[in-house]
């Protein structure tokens, strides 16, 4: 069992960056790998990056692609999702998900535990 809990969110203007924080609990955070998804009003939820548990393979969107930063910390049992030259079109709710595989996928439902979110708005 993982709890996650994310951070970093908040209101920002075009082009500005945000760090968001994933901070996990319970059994071992290195042992799974993790992933960003969002899901803006009216939308479906949308896959950001995905890391496997030694951090060693990332995967994007391809929208988020030299934009977006994915990152792990696993002694601080901490994920990390770093958004630069944000646009409005990133408004939505970003949620941090573990996976017990190592697949980083960009699969939804390959991810058994989620966090409750943080919004990220930008203004333009």
């Known amino acids: 069992q993982v709890q996650l809990v994310e951070s970093g969110g908040g209101l920002v203007q075009a082009g500005a960056s945000l760090r968001l924080s994933c901070a996990a609990s319970?059994?071992?955070?290195?042992?799974?790998?993790m992933g960003w998804f969002r899901q803006a009003p009216g939308k479906e939820r949308e896959f950001v990056a995905a890391?496997?548990?030694?951090?060693?393979?990332?995967r994007y969107a391809d929208s988020m692609k030299g934009r977006f930063t994915i990152s792990r910390d696993n002694a601080q049992n901490a994920g990390y999702l770093q958004m630069d030259s944000l646009k409005p079109e990133d408004t939505a709710v970003y949620s941090c998900?573990?996976?017990?595989?190592?697949?980083?996928?960009?699969?939804?439902?390959?991810?058994?535990?989620w966090g409750q979110g943080t919004q990220v708005t930008v203004s333009s």
């Open positions: 998900a573990a996976s017990r595989t190592n697949y980083y996928s960009s699969n939804s439902f390959a991810y058994d535990y």
């Open positions: 319970g059994r071992a955070f290195g042992s799974y790998s």
């Open positions: 890391i496997t548990w030694s951090g060693g393979y990332t």
